[in-house]
Each structure stands twice: as C-alpha cells, then as structure tokens.
C-alpha cells in the first residue's frame, strides 16, 4: 500500500491542471465539431429539427474527449473531476458561443444544458479512471 510519500506524480497531478486540460481539449473539440457541422449544413438541405439534436451530440463529445484527455493520467476522483469538468465546459461554452452569436440570452435551455454537461462529466469520468484499471 501506497503512503502519501509514495504517490507517483501522476496521483499528484493538481486538479487545476487536470481540469484546465480537460475544459480546454472539450472547448477545442467543439469548436473543430461546431465548424465541421455549420461547414456541412451550409452546403446541404438538412432540416432544421436536426441541429439540436446534433448540438447535444457534439457537446457529449467534447465532454468525453475532455475528461478522458484532461484526465488520461489521474486514478481516482473520476466522478468529480468529470462533472468538474462538463460543469466548467458547458458554462465557457455557453458565454463564447454566446459571444459569437452576439448576445447572452439566460433560459432554461442554459439549467438543462448544465444538468446534462455535469451528468454527462461524471459518467465519463467514472469511464476514463476505470477504463485505465483494465
């Protein structure tokens, strides 16, 4: 059994940076998806009832690979870290999309965005640190 003293640095890794890398790989994904999908929707006839569906795929994505990137070297704390993580993402999402789009609107598609973004970090958390014990 491990001590403190005897923790690899990986076990030491501050959260801080754990979760900075984890909300900055999920922004990056989802910028890169969100071009990829207003690039793809300029030059097709895709019906309008389909961008919100696609939209809740691609920040589910972006949570994934941040989580599992930001925490490729953590063990433990998979839970927290991941709803950390989508807590964090869905907010900086909302405000530079938002930013983009040119106004801040606050509904309730903003609460439900981050009741999914947290549910949605803390699966995957649970995923990435059991994904490594096999």
């Known amino acids: 059994m491990k001590g403190k ?14 979760l900075l890398k984890g909300v900055v790989v999920s922004l990056c994904v989802a910028f890169v998806l969100v071009l990829l999908f ?8 895709i019906s309008d009832s ?15 690979l941040g989580v599992f990137i930001g925490m490729r070297k ?22 530079i999309f938002s930013l983009l789009d040119g106004h801040i609107v606050f509904d309730k598609t903003l609460i439900f965005d981050l009741i999914f973004g947290t549910i ?15």
């Not at 207003?38 to 006839?45: E, M, Q, S």
């Not at 964090?88 to 999402?93: G, P, S, V």
């Open 74 to 95: 953590v063990k433990s704390n998979g839970i927290i870290s991941g709803i950390l993580i989508g807590f964090f993402f869905t907010i900086l999402a909302f405000l």
């Open 38 to 45: 207003a690039f793809i929707l300029r030059f097709t006839t």
């Open 120 to 134: 949605i970090g803390g699966i995957c958390g649970i995923i990435s640190v059991n994904l490594k014990k096999i």
């Open 5 to 18: 003293a005897g923790a690899s640095a990986a076990e030491k890794k501050p959260i801080f940076k754990v």
């Open 50 to 64: 389909i961008i919100a569906p696609v939209n809740e795929v691609i920040k589910g994505v972006s949570i994934f």
